[in-house]
């Protein structure tokens, strides 16, 4: 276990999150003095929640730690959401003797089959001199390709074992960066020249792939407007005249949609073509031709054939497109600043409301507030629910890894515990999360943790007493069926779970309270050094506007 903790180490680990039980036991009695940090979480979901957050913003693969039996079960949800995300993290488990795993001993179970599905790499090590070498090749695998998480299950007298080992000569494995074929660099580029109304979609691979400055760059080279997927929020600054918003079914804008709507070519960098920013693909794919560049191959087709397929890195591709553009000399085409008006226009004629000052509080007008408070160094961490459906229409982001959100698994519970993993990574940032009422109660045990370590970070939560995303669904069925939550005054006391914990909170009901509650957080975490909760009690009849992508070119027609 010492040459894993090396291992770990030398592979950039400075923060573990985890719980000790007897099965890991040799493990943590290695990590003593070693100079790892280790927050003790009050569940082993948390934990790999904790170490998505870590990876999200630092870039390197996140460690969770649990013992055996329900330790590892309850680590597959943290594992599912860093998969659909493509976050690096690792999860070590503690197990039952070698001996004993074919007699139903206490706390034994097949971690690794179960984990599979969820993972790049599960393995149990059999044999104690194999351990340093599993390691890093898991560090190897999380970080190659698209990223994701792996697990390595440790038997109890595997971890007890000597072995040969010296740390001196050791080094990670390298990872090898695929770069793009220069001929279909060459296509692409061609395809871009040759549109009207081309568009530059990021996803999360541009975020992940540290590609948001060569994007910048040629974005500005050639004069293309740039629209992000949800992953892909905070790659390109949302107050650059090349911004073309964010085009989906939920986390959109009107105007956005609109644009993309209109355009002719989208080339798009590490997105997945989920069915959130899709919709009805016949509509989304219209008349126009796509570009799919991507650094996973079995990405590009999986939910339809582009015109053209790149297995590229984000960056690398980029880096290549501008120095082709630079060596032919591409003029931008005038036809593109026509494209930009036209999409700044439409900006000015669909914009959403944000400025309402009624009582019960409208959502939207608590993001105008957050977007006017928060400079752009702020990290954000959000969730699932309508909460993350108004973040995404009406927050603004401006920097990579500055904006959050477990977007394709979408747990309830992954905000208070992401914002621990981003605070112990940037612990000079300010992180805030915007959390829902029901959310906020499914892993809030982890306050004890941030309240432990002296983890501050602020939390505004929209508040409309009941499941509000899963009611404005049940509309569609004409039903509202075991939705309401709403028992007393408030629901649950949000603000006195708060104060169990140690923390502090207030409670706002008018919009003109939102500002001065948020400034006094900011300086309550600054003070105590643990999470502060403003609490917003928006209107109960709160539904985001969204739908499907046929309803959004019923809605907005696209000009011919």
């Known amino acids: 276990m010492q040459a894993v903790v090396d291992v770990l180490i030398s592979e950039g680990v400075d923060t573990a999150f985890g719980c000790p039980g007897a099965a890991i036991l040799p493990l943590y009695q290695a990590m003593q003095g ?70 139903e001993a206490f706390q034994a179970v097949d971690i690794v089959e179960i984990a599979k599905p969820v993972t790049k790499w599960a393995v149990q090590v059999k044999e104690a001199a194999q351990a340093p070498w599993i390691f890093r090749e898991a560090f190897r695998i999380a970080r190659s390709g698209r990223p994701g998480p792996v697990l390595i299950d440790l038997p109890l007298d595997v971890q007890k074992q000597e072995i040969e080992w010296d740390a001196s000569i050791d080094a990670p494995f390298p990872v090898v960066t695929p770069a793009p074929s220069p001929a279909r660099v060459e296509r692409a580029l061609d395809l871009l020249l040759a549109a009207e109304r081309p568009l530059i979609l990021a996803g999360g691979g541009v975020t992940l792939g540290e590609a948001s400055e060569p994007l910048r760059a040629v974005a500005e080279r050639l004069g293309v407007p740039v629209g992000v997927t949800l992953m892909g929020k905070g790659s390109f600054p949302e107050d650059h005249p090349l911004f073309a918003g964010m085009a989906g079914i939920q986390t959109s804008q009107r105007w956005a949609n609109a644009a993309f709507l209109e355009a002719d070519l989208v080339l798009a960098l590490g997105a997945r073509f989920g069915d959130r920013h899709t919709g009805a693909l016949d509509v989304y794919r219209g008349d126009r031709k796509f570009i799919h560049v991507d650094i996973e191959p079995t990405q590009i087709g999986k939910v339809f054939g582009p015109d053209l397929g790149v297995v590229s890195d984000s960056r690398a591709f980029l880096e290549a497109l501008l120095a082709a553009a630079d060596e032919r000399g591409a003029p931008i085409d005038p036809r593109v600043p026509v494209w930009v008006n036209r999409i700044a226009e439409l900006k000015r004629e669909l914009p959403r409301r944000e400025d309402f000052d009624t009582v019960p509080i409208k959502a939207p007008r608590v993001f105008k507030e957050i977007n006017e408070l928060y400079g752009e160094d702020t990290y954000f961490v959000t969730a699932i629910g309508l909460y993350q459906i108004w973040s995404g229409q009406f927050q603004r982001a401006h920097r990579p890894r500055h904006y959050q959100v477990c977007g394709q698994a979408g747990p309830l519970g992954w905000e208070i515990p992401a914002a621990i993993g981003v605070k112990k990574a940037r612990p000079d940032a300010e992180v805030v999360g915007v959390v829902g009422d029901y959310s906020f109660q499914f892993l809030v045990e982890e306050l004890a943790v941030a309240a432990q370590y002296e983890v501050p970070f602020v939390l505004i939560m929209l508040n409309n007493e009941y499941l509000g995303l899963i009611r404005q669904a049940e509309l569609g069925y004409d039903m509202n069926f075991q939705v309401d939550l709403h028992y007393d005054e408030y629901g649950t006391d949000n603000v006195k779970i708060m104060e169990a914990y140690g923390c502090s909170g207030t409670r706002v009901v008018e919009p003109s309270e939102i500002r001065g509650s948020l400034e006094w957080a900011r ?38």
């Open 34 to 103: 070693s100079g790892i940090e280790h927050l003790v979480v009050r569940h082993e979901e948390g934990a790999t929640h904790m170490a998505d957050g870590w990876s999200r913003t630092t870039g390197n693969v996140g460690v969770a730690i649990g013992t055996s039996g329900p330790a590892g079960t309850n680590m597959i949800t943290g594992l599912y959401t860093a998969q659909a995300d493509s976050i690096p993290i690792l999860c070590i488990t503690g197990q039952a003797v070698s001996t004993k795993l074919h007699q």
């Open 523 to 560: 300086k309550e975490a600054d003070r105590t050094g643990r999470p502060v909760l403003v609490e917003i009690m928006i209107e109960r009849e709160a539904n985001a506007s969204m739908g499907t992508a046929l309803d959004n070119v019923k809605e907005f027609e696209p000009t011919p």
